[in-house]
């Protein structure tokens, strides 16, 4: 049979006396009084031409067909619900794919709470799709300047007009060595700035500005993300400037150490960029929770 609005209709009310236990309990559920759930019932009964339901003054029950109707109902009825719900998300917009760029090495700072903003998303807005990728910081900033990502999260030196940034958080670094480099051992108050800037170092090759024009020597190394760098400062041979969150798990096994060299420790600004202008409302929504999971921990 094909399946119209009326019938539909029918197999609500249908459902709502078998939720019920019987058309008396159904009323108050229904707004429709007893003669009229009875007149719904029958013309459902005719509609199908089978019995669904014995009621009378021995009381309700389902027949072995009416169980079978029952199930059949649920579960078409529960189809549409569905697919109401997911049709509204639609209209108003909140599902489709939104691109994140982030920065690498993120995810160890404790302050760092897009994880909260994911778990939102997914009761809230399930029918956006989250494409979460890991990208240099000047990648990501051009990425969503040109409209390949939606949002863009992390650090840059490089700012373009076209692109809007709101700071989330301040993200800690420091100087550190490895184990295995010769300050690892010594004394705080025997290291010096001097004696470190002696030693070859490897920096960032996104960076720009004072931090690059310091380590502009022929000792020295590029690595064009953190957790490379980290490598390159875990051999011994070299010093570097590490978020303080990513080496202290390495600081406690041993493997690292933090120096009292204040001239390289700084706070990252770590900002949520997103295209100037008006945006479409499944990447505003996306944005906003990862704001307001971050306001919330501040």
């Given at each position: 049979?094909?399946?119209?609005?009326?019938?539909?209709?029918?197999?609500?009310?249908?459902?709502?006396?078998?939720?019920?236990?019987?058309?008396?309990?159904?009323?108050?559920?229904?707004?429709?009084?007893?003669?009229?759930?009875?007149?719904?019932?029958?013309?459902?009964?005719?509609?199908?031409?089978?019995?669904?339901?014995?009621?009378?003054?021995?009381?309700?029950?389902?027949?072995?067909?009416?169980?079978?109707?029952?199930?059949?109902?649920?579960?078409?009825?529960?189809?549409?619900?569905?697919?109401?719900?997911?049709?509204?998300?639609?209209?108003?917009?909140?599902?489709?794919?939104?691109?994140?760029?982030?920065?690498?090495?993120?995810?160890?700072?404790?302050?760092?709470?897009?994880?909260?903003?994911?778990?939102?998303?997914s009761k809230a807005a399930p029918e956006i799709?989250?494409?979460?990728?890991?990208?240099?910081?000047?990648?990501?900033?051009?990425?969503?300047?040109?409209?390949?990502?939606?949002?863009?999260?992390?650090?840059?030196?490089?700012?373009?007009?076209?692109?809007?940034?709101?700071?989330?958080?301040?993200?800690?670094?420091?100087?550190?060595?490895?184990?295995?480099?010769?300050?690892?051992?010594?004394?705080?108050?025997?290291?010096?700035?001097e004696e470190c800037y002696g030693h070859p170092?490897?920096?960032?090759?996104?960076?720009?500005?004072?931090?690059?024009?310091?380590?502009?020597?022929?000792?020295?190394?590029?690595?064009?993300?953190?957790?490379?760098?980290?490598?390159?400062?875990?051999?011994?041979?070299?010093?570097?400037?590490?978020?303080?969150?990513?080496?202290?798990?390495?600081?406690?096994?041993?493997?690292?150490?933090?120096?009292?060299?204040?001239?390289?420790?700084?706070?990252?600004?770590?900002?949520?960029?997103?295209?100037?202008?008006?945006?479409?409302?499944?990447?505003?929504?996306?944005?906003?929770?990862?704001?307001?999971?971050?306001?919330?921990?501040?």
């Open positions: 049979m094909k399946i119209s609005g009326s019938d539909l209709h029918l197999f609500r009310v249908f459902e709502s006396v078998v939720r019920n236990g019987g058309m008396s309990a159904a009323q108050m559920e229904l707004s429709l009084s007893q003669p009229t759930i009875s007149n719904h019932l029958t013309a459902l009964e005719q509609r199908l031409g089978v019995k669904l339901c014995e009621r009378g003054r021995r009381g309700f029950s389902l027949t072995e067909e009416g169980r079978r109707v029952y199930e059949i109902s649920t579960e078409i009825t529960g189809m549409l619900d569905s697919g109401s719900a997911r049709l509204s998300r639609v209209r108003s917009a909140l599902a489709g794919k939104v691109g994140v760029g982030i920065v690498d090495c993120l995810t160890t700072d404790p302050s760092f709470r897009l994880a909260d903003a994911i778990a939102e998303l799709e989250l494409d979460l990728k890991i990208m240099c910081p000047n990648d990501i900033t051009k990425a969503v300047a040109e409209n390949e990502i939606d949002i863009g999260i992390g650090a840059s030196d490089i700012k373009v007009a076209s692109v809007q940034y709101q700071i989330i958080y301040q993200e800690e670094h420091a100087v550190f060595c490895g184990s295995a480099h010769p300050l690892f051992c010594r004394n705080d108050e025997t290291i010096t700035s170092w490897v920096e960032r090759g996104y960076w720009y500005g004072i931090r690059r024009h310091r380590f502009d020597t022929a000792a020295n190394r590029v690595a064009f993300d953190i957790e490379a760098q980290l490598l390159m400062v875990l051999s011994g041979a070299y010093l570097g400037v590490l978020p303080i969150h990513f080496a202290s798990m390495f600081e406690q096994q041993g493997r690292l150490r933090r120096l009292p060299i204040a001239d390289e420790a700084y706070s990252a600004d770590i900002e949520v960029a997103t295209r100037t202008g008006e945006q479409a409302a499944n990447v505003s929504y996306v944005r906003d929770a990862i704001i307001r999971a971050h306001q919330m921990h501040l």
